[in-house]
Structures are given as structure tokens and as C-alpha cells.
């Protein structure tokens, strides 16, 4: 399994960004599939998770800001970020969880700054 994320990249507080990871490889239906993120500095942290059902789990930093969705047919998942702040700026990961397996992504950098 592999994960391919992209999206990140630099704007201004207040703006918005969209990332994606698209999921390869021999997947079981059922799974979970979402972000995380890891500032300088800081530990690796929740943004959000999406179940093959679709029920969302946010962080409360970032709820009511992000909105995480997910293509089945194409096993991807995306993070619409918007009014983002400086404190977002991370290495967003994606992760995809499996009955007890997980994979991860590469991270894509998303820097907030005036």
C-alpha cells in the first residue's frame, strides 16, 4: 500500500488550501483515512480522520475551519483547510488505517504567513 499526498504550499492567514492523498495497492473496504500534522518542534497531531462510512472526526483546532471528505471509488481523501492561521503551518500526513495495519504518506508542507 502507498500513499500520495499533495496539495501544501505557502499562503496568507486567512486563505485557503486543499490537500489530497490518493491510496494504491491492495486496500480492504472497510478502513480509516485521514490527517495529521507535525509543527517544528512539536509532536505529531490529530486534524482529522473520515471512516469508509463517512462519519468525520476533527481536532478542535481546526473544526469548523477543515472540512475532511473521501472518494471511495478512487481511495482518496482530501482536507479543505480554510481561514487558515499561522499556527497551521506543519507537515500535513496522511494515514491510512486498516484493521490493526497503518500506512502513512509523505508529508506536504503547508506554510500560513504574511
Known amino acids: 500500500v502507498q500513499l500520495q499526498a499533495s496539495g501544501g504550499g505557502l499562503v496568507q492567514p486567512g486563505e485557503s488550501l486543499r490537500l489530497s492523498c490518493a491510496a494504491s495497492g491492495s486496500i480492504f473496504s472497510i478502513n480509516t483515512m485521514g490527517w495529521y500534522r507535525q509543527a517544528p518542534g512539536k509532536q505529531r497531531e490529530l486534524v482529522a480522520t473520515i471512516t469508509s462510512g463517512g462519519s468525520p472526526n476533527y481536532a478542535d483546532s481546526v473544526r469548523g475551519r477543515f472540512t475532511i471528505s473521501r472518494d471511495n471509488a478512487k481511495n482518496t481523501v482530501y482536507l479543505q483547510m480554510n481561514s487558515l492561521k499561522s499556527e497551521d503551518t506543519a507537515v500535513y500526513y496522511c494515514?491510512?488505517?486498516?484493521?490493526?495495519?497503518?500506512?502513512w504518506g509523505q508529508g506536504t508542507q503547508v506554510t500560513v504567513s504574511s
Open positions: 494515514k491510512l488505517r486498516v484493521v490493526a495495519n497503518e500506512y
